[in-house]
């Protein structure tokens, strides 16, 4: 995953270098799941993290007051610890420590509302929809029980944020709130909110 992301900024940077219309904003992000509850899965002993850092990448074709583009990310989103008497393979039971998570991938279709700017900050909306493809993963630290799965949902994005200089270089903060139809934990809708930051210089 890493790798096809690093391939999307470099063919990012040479778009952008082609076609001075076209930006490229690489985010770093703050994720916070808001639901499903998972209460009804937390087994006892369990630690379960539903923040961590993402990263999303979004192109943008600017059209003056409003603009067009795409928004690949990779958001770990759930995260989940603990131990259990659990049989491997050939069916030896034994305590095991384990960790499953849910990691989201969205490929979605966003537009961009740029608003009037307000002194030196320049404030826009953001909407979006497309594809969440969910990675569920499972597996113990000794290696003798996995399980991977992926599915493909719908889902939309809305968001606000702006842009504002500091020195030679500018800073573009949002906040983000995503919707998916449903989860591969609980068959329930997914939502959370990722708070975003790039820079880039002017």
Same mark, same amino acid.
């Given at each position: 995953?890493?790798?096809?992301?690093?391939?999307?900024?470099?063919?990012?940077?040479i778009i952008q270098?082609?076609?001075?219309?076209?930006?490229?904003?690489?985010?770093?992000?703050?994720?916070?799941?808001?639901?499903?509850?998972?209460?009804?899965?937390?087994?006892?002993? $369990?630690?379960?993290?539903?923040?961590?850092?993402?990263?999303n990448l979004q192109?943008?074709?600017?059209?003056?007051?409003?603009?067009?583009?795409?928004?690949?990310?990779?958001?770990?989103?759930?995260?989940?610890?603990?131990?259990a008497i659990l049989?491997?393979?050939?069916?030896?039971?034994?305590?095991?420590?384990?960790? $499953?998570?849910?990691?989201?991938?969205?490929?979605?279709?966003?537009?961009?509302?740029?608003?009037?700017?307000?002194?030196?900050?320049?404030?826009?909306?953001?909407?979006?929809?497309?594809?969440?493809?969910?990675?569920?993963?499972?597996?113990?630290?000794?290696?003798?029980?996995? $399980?991977?799965?992926?599915?493909?949902?719908?889902?939309?994005?809305?968001?606000?944020?702006?842009?504002?200089?500091?020195?030679?270089?500018?800073?573009?903060?949002?906040?983000?709130?995503?919707?998916?139809?449903?989860?591969?934990?609980?068959?329930?809708?997914?939502?959370?909110?990722?708070?975003?930051?790039?820079?880039?210089?002017?």
């Amino acid at each position: 995953m890493k790798k096809v992301f690093s391939l999307a900024v470099f063919l990012g940077i040479i778009i952008q270098n082609a076609c001075g219309a076209i930006i490229v904003k690489p985010q770093l992000g703050l994720g916070i799941l808001l639901s499903p509850d998972l209460s009804p899965i937390k087994l006892p002993g $369990e630690t379960v993290t539903t923040i961590g850092a993402n990263f999303n990448l979004q192109f943008i074709l600017k059209v003056d007051v409003l603009s067009y583009g795409l928004e690949l990310g990779y958001f770990n989103l759930i995260n989940i610890t603990g131990s259990a008497i659990l049989a491997d393979n050939a069916g030896n039971l034994g305590l095991r420590s384990y960790k $499953e998570g849910v990691t989201v991938v969205p490929v979605l279709v966003i537009i961009q509302n740029n608003l009037k700017k307000i002194r030196n900050f320049s404030p826009y909306l953001q909407g979006g929809a497309g594809t969440f493809i969910d990675y569920y993963d499972f597996k113990t630290d000794d290696g003798k029980v996995s $399980e991977s799965t992926s599915k493909s949902y719908s889902g939309a994005l809305l968001g606000a944020g702006g842009t504002i200089p500091i020195g030679t270089r500018i800073l573009d903060v949002a906040l983000k709130y995503y919707y998916i139809e449903s989860s591969d934990l609980l068959d329930k809708p997914t939502t959370f909110i990722n708070i975003a930051f790039s820079m880039k210089f002017k």
